[in-house]
């Protein structure tokens, strides 16, 4: 009886505690929508439509929702890799590159290893080796960026997107030279085809969502499990909020950033990997414009929280799948996302926004994202 | 500024400037690669001094501005944007279109700036979030306007991008006219003089620039707004308890900042070329970022580390009038996705303050509550 009595209030409890949570974004999103419906309106286009054509495109059919799903994979490991670097007081906004070097090294392995080898290798050893490969690979490329914070207080923000560039001109240099398609048709900087041996399996024959979806939805559960069920997720968080007193309970500080740095490249190239191996089976240059901007906003409007993160990539999947619909629909381009999605993350970020026009009440507790120049 | 930054400073850019003489003296006199490679280095340096003066009014209110870049953007595409308008649909000339498509870009700058004003002061957003949505806002808004305004169905301009009216002139400054008198006969003499012409033969955003940032200077560090703007930066509890207005100062100087980054766009589509195409700014924003760090949060410091990331981008324009003298040990200059390394490899290693700690203002970044 009394057991029952708490485990209902705890039920309760959670929740109270989720609605509280999703309170803010759900209404920042209502927002959002509303000022996109002005902006429709303004350059003449019908906002009903639209956003019937955003829906019917993502979750009309079952076809639908399998690219919705597609679409959300890379969603959730770069969104992921933002969230797990906030938890730990580092804003990492170079997803971007660290993709684009894991799908880069996914893709070498994926087409040169059995070469190099001179003999093709079973799919239980090709196809792991070239996701392991692209995720430490981006988990380097992070890396640096840690071990910069650590030893000489190099701000992550400017030096993650210095590495963006830094990993666009390589990819563009080697996808035009070395590591390019050579087949007599291909104009395009591209790598070869990866082996079949390195290919993700479909989950359903005839739709394209892959086994790298559910192991999206695992990585994300395993991300919640680390952080708030483990030492090393504990260091992270007490480093993400207050350093200082980390250092104080002896954590050491300049491991923990690097590791944060590192695990969160490591989420960001198994976004680039898995594309690779599970959608593409090729490294294409600019397939993935955009990716690193859209994790920050999927991080924030997940608030961080694993969970969050999925559900939040799920709206962002779901836009950018069923946009081709709207376009269809109401022949509004696509970059109208992109504009939406700005929306939301400026009354996500601005949650002070949100709460003034719908009049709800701070809790008066404020999350430390960022830090100044100074770390 | 320090010695040791100004002297690393000074050893990049002759460092930079030996190479392409090296490869280049073969095709053209020194003198003539060396003011040509002046010449470049202070037109591109153009929009990172702007936009490090942008940062340096914003922090030193303190107020973290990471959204150069997308105000930037933003300015460059509306700026082009008016000076269409202008020019095609109200039919004014050529001139008029470009002076009001200047005015537009630092506008819109300053309404970019409004906004982070808005949420960083009013409504004390973490300042990097803040910016960063100003980033992700400027993609998708000049993304989906220049998609729909031009090519959109039922479009203003049905299906095309119609003919703009041009971009700012170049002004001469006569120092041939002075100084050939001086020469008398000699054709070399003539020569040169007309070489080092060149470098000061500039558009008005670059001299601009230049003037902005002995001006700035000058504000900055011998005037009462400036020092009220660096008391605010530095301990605004203090400066609200003498009577300075926090908010004011904040909002104030992080639209001026907003103005600043408003004409380096401008520099992009109305002095540099006269066109638009989605993400041209390419993370010159994030640069001049790193060019303020590096200048110390002072102008003339910010600019001299603008002309540094300015030279490399020289550099790399020079290599490929060399193309065809460019010896083998060397033709890995030529590949530009290489040399175009310089720039991000240069700010990463400026940030880790080996040549010299860098003091950002007190309480940069810090949203100042009553």
């Given at each position: 009886?009394?057991?029952?009595?708490?485990?209902?209030?705890?039920?309760?409890?959670?929740?109270?505690?989720?609605?509280e949570?999703?309170?803010i974004?759900?209404?920042a999103?209502?927002?959002?929508?509303?000022?996109?419906?002005i902006?429709?309106?303004i350059?003449?286009?019908?906002?009903?439509?639209?956003?019937?054509?955003?829906?019917?495109?993502?979750?009309?059919?079952t076809?639908?929702?399998?690219e919705?799903?597609?679409?959300?994979?890379?969603?959730?490991?770069?969104?992921?890799?933002?969230?797990?670097?906030?938890?730990?007081?580092l804003f990492?906004i170079g997803a971007?590159?660290?993709?684009?070097?894991?799908?880069?090294?996914?893709?070498?392995?994926?087409?040169?290893?059995?070469e190099?080898?001179?003999?093709?290798l079973?799919?239980?050893?090709?196809?792991?080796?070239?996701?392991?490969?692209?995720?430490?690979?981006?988990?380097?490329?992070?890396?640096?960026?840690?071990?910069?914070?650590?030893?000489?207080?190099?701000?992550?923000?400017?030096?993650?997107?210095?590495m963006?560039y830094?990993?666009?001109?390589?990819?563009s240099?080697?996808?035009?030279?070395?590591m390019?398609?050579?087949?007599?048709?291909?104009?395009?900087?591209?790598?070869?085809?990866?082996?079949d041996s390195?290919?993700?399996?479909?989950?359903?024959?005839?739709?394209?969502?892959?086994?790298?979806?559910?192991?999206a939805?695992?990585?994300?559960f395993?991300?919640?499990?680390?952080?708030n069920?483990?030492?090393?997720?504990?260091?992270i968080r007490?480093?993400?909020?207050?350093?200082?007193?980390a250092?104080y309970?002896?954590?050491?500080?300049?491991r923990t950033?690097?590791?944060?740095?590192?695990?969160?490249g490591?989420?960001?190239g198994?976004?680039?990997?898995?594309e690779?191996t599970?959608l593409n089976?090729?490294h294409?240059?600019?397939?993935?414009?955009?990716?690193?901007?859209?994790?920050?906003?999927?991080?924030l409007?997940?608030?961080?929280h694993?969970?969050?993160v999925?559900?939040?990539?799920?709206?962002?999947?779901?836009?950018?799948?069923?946009?081709?619909?709207?376009?269809?629909?109401?022949?509004?381009p696509?970059?109208?996302?992109?504009m939406?999605?700005?929306?939301?993350?400026?009354?996500?970020?601005?949650d002070?926004?949100?709460r003034?026009i719908?009049?709800?009440?701070?809790?008066?507790?404020?999350?430390?994202?960022?830090r100044?120049?100074?770390? | 500024?320090d010695?040791?930054r100004?002297?690393?400073?000074?050893?990049?850019?002759?460092?930079?400037?030996?190479v392409?003489v090296?490869?280049?003296?073969?095709?053209?006199?020194?003198?003539l690669?060396?003011t040509?490679?002046?010449a470049?280095t202070?037109?591109?340096?153009?929009?990172?001094?702007?936009g490090?003066l942008?940062?340096?009014?914003?922090?030193?209110?303190?107020?973290?501005?990471?959204?150069?870049e997308?105000?930037?953007?933003?300015?460059?595409?509306?700026?082009?944007?008016?000076?269409?308008?202008?020019?095609?649909?109200?039919?004014f000339?050529?001139?008029?279109?470009?002076?009001?498509?200047?005015?537009?870009?630092?506008?819109?700058?300053?309404?970019?700036?409004?906004?982070?004003?808005?949420?960083?002061?009013?409504?004390k957003?973490?300042?990097?979030?803040?910016?960063?949505?100003?980033?992700?806002?400027?993609?998708?808004?000049?993304?989906?306007?220049?998609?729909?305004?031009?090519?959109?169905?039922?479009?203003?301009?049905?299906?095309?991008?119609?003919?703009?009216?041009?971009?700012l002139?170049?002004?001469?400054i006569?120092?041939?006219?002075?100084?050939?008198?001086i020469?008398?006969?000699?054709?070399t003499?003539?020569?040169?003089?007309?070489?080092?012409?060149?470098?000061?033969?500039?558009k008005p955003?670059?001299?601009?620039?230049?003037?902005?940032?002995f001006?700035?200077?000058?504000?900055?560090f011998n005037t009462r707004?400036?020092?009220?703007?660096?008391?605010?930066?530095?301990?605004?509890?203090?400066?609200?308890t003498?009577?300075?207005?926090?908010?004011?100062?904040?909002?104030?100087?992080?639209?001026?900042?907003?103005?600043?980054?408003?004409?380096?766009?401008?520099?992009?589509?109305?002095?540099?070329?006269?066109s638009?195409e989605?993400?041209?700014?390419n993370?010159?924003?994030?640069?001049?970022?790193?060019?303020?760090?590096?200048?110390?949060?002072?102008p003339?410091?910010?600019?001299?580390?603008?002309?540094?990331?300015?030279?490399?981008?020289?550099?790399?324009?020079?290599?490929?009038?060399?193309?065809?003298?460019?010896?083998?040990?060397w033709?890995?200059?030529?590949?530009?996705?290489?040399?175009?390394?310089?720039?991000?490899?240069?700010?990463?290693?400026i940030?880790?303050?080996i040549?010299?700690?860098?003091?950002?203002p007190?309480?940069d970044?810090?949203?100042?509550?009553?």
């Open positions: 009886m009394q057991s029952e009595k708490r485990s209902n209030s705890l039920t309760k409890q959670i929740l109270r505690s989720i609605s949570a999703g309170l974004p759900l209404l999103i209502l927002t959002a929508v509303v000022v996109g419906g902006i429709i309106i350059v003449g286009g019908d906002p009903i439509r639209a956003y019937t054509g955003l829906i019917e495109g993502s979750f009309g059919s076809k639908a929702l399998s919705t799903a597609v679409w959300a994979t890379p969603y959730i490991f770069a969104g992921l890799a933002v969230a797990l670097a906030f938890k730990g007081g990492n971007e590159g660290q993709l684009a070097v894991g799908a880069v090294f996914s893709a070498l392995i994926g087409y040169a290893l059995p190099w080898l001179g003999f093709s079973p799919i239980y050893i090709h196809l792991p080796l070239a996701i392991i490969v692209g995720m430490l690979m981006g988990g380097i490329w992070a890396g640096i960026v840690g071990v910069l914070k650590a030893y000489t207080g190099g701000h992550e923000v400017i030096n993650t997107i210095m963006n830094i990993a666009l001109n390589t990819t240099f080697l996808l035009n030279g070395v390019k398609d050579r087949s007599p048709t291909n104009v395009i900087a591209r790598t070869p085809l990866i082996a390195a290919r993700m399996p479909e989950i359903f024959d005839g739709l394209r969502v892959h086994w790298g979806f559910v192991l939805l695992l990585v994300a395993l991300i919640w499990w680390l952080l069920k483990t030492t090393l997720g504990f260091e007490t480093v993400g909020l207050n350093p200082d007193a250092q309970a002896g954590i050491n500080v300049k950033v690097i590791l944060t740095m590192a695990l969160s490591m989420l960001a198994l976004a680039g990997s898995i690779v599970g089976y090729r294409e240059l600019g397939f993935s414009i955009g990716y690193g901007y859209d994790a920050i906003a999927i991080a409007l997940g608030k961080s694993p969970l969050g999925v559900l939040a990539a799920f709206l962002f999947a779901a836009m950018r799948n069923g946009a081709t619909r709207m376009q269809f629909l109401t022949q509004l696509v970059d109208l996302i992109s939406l999605q700005a929306l939301i993350l400026l009354f996500v970020a601005a002070a926004i949100v003034y719908y009049r709800i009440k701070s809790k008066g507790e404020r999350v430390v994202l960022t100044g120049w100074g770390g | 500024m010695w040791k100004f002297g690393f400073i000074a050893l990049v850019i002759i460092v930079l400037f030996s392409v090296m490869i280049g003296k073969s095709k053209q006199p020194p003198l690669i060396i040509s490679m002046l470049t202070i037109a591109v340096a153009t929009p990172l001094a702007l490090a942008s940062g340096v009014f914003c922090e030193r209110a303190g107020v973290v501005n990471i959204g150069i997308g105000m930037m953007l933003a300015s460059a595409f509306f700026g082009w944007l008016g000076g269409i308008y202008m020019f095609n649909i109200y039919d000339g050529n001139a008029l279109s470009i002076t009001l498509a200047v005015l537009f870009a630092i506008l819109t700058g300053g309404l970019m700036a409004l906004l982070l004003a808005v949420l960083s002061v009013t409504f957003v973490d300042q990097i979030i803040g910016g960063t949505v100003i980033n992700i806002l400027a993609v998708g808004l000049t993304g989906f306007l220049n998609r729909q305004l031009f090519f959109g169905k039922g479009s203003v301009f049905g299906g095309s991008v119609p003919g703009s009216p041009g971009v002139p170049t002004l001469h006569p120092i041939t006219e002075l100084f050939a008198p020469c008398g006969t000699s054709a003499c003539l020569q040169n003089v007309q070489a080092i012409n060149r470098v000061f033969d500039q955003i670059a001299i601009g620039a230049i003037l902005l940032v001006i700035s200077h000058y504000i900055l707004w400036g020092l009220r703007t660096r008391a605010v930066g530095e301990h605004p509890k203090a400066a609200d003498v009577g300075i207005n926090v908010y004011k100062m904040r909002y104030a100087n992080v639209i001026i900042g907003g103005l600043f980054a408003g004409l380096a766009g401008a520099y992009f589509t109305i002095e540099s070329v006269p638009f989605p993400l041209l700014t993370g010159r924003g994030f640069i001049s970022l790193a060019a303020m760090i590096f200048g110390n949060w002072t003339i410091g910010a600019w001299a580390a603008a002309l540094v990331f300015g030279s490399s981008q020289a550099m790399l324009i020079n290599m490929q009038i060399f193309r065809d003298v460019i010896p083998p040990q033709a890995f200059l030529q590949e530009s996705y290489i040399v175009g390394l310089t720039p991000y490899i240069l700010t990463m290693f940030l880790t303050g040549i010299g700690k860098t003091t950002p007190a309480a970044g810090v949203p100042y509550e009553k």
